[in-house]
């Protein structure tokens, strides 16, 4: 599931033109939100539902945008 999450949140961050260090700041918490999200680019681990929440307000899109069943494709 990591995988799956990693690349949905690679291909929001493209279609959003937005790079890891940018998301990092509008999360607010400094090195420990960087460290985070490159985590969770890399696929070594997904967000707890907190900081799910605070993902999406930070990228301004829906939560259920970054967990949401896609394609077949993706495993």
Known sequence: MSVVFARRFRSILLRERLNPAD????MGRGHADVVAVSNWLSGRNEPSMRNLLRLSAALKIEPMELIKNGNSTER
């Not at 998301?23 to 509008?26: D, F, G, H, I, T």
């Open 23 to 26: 998301v990092a700041k509008r």
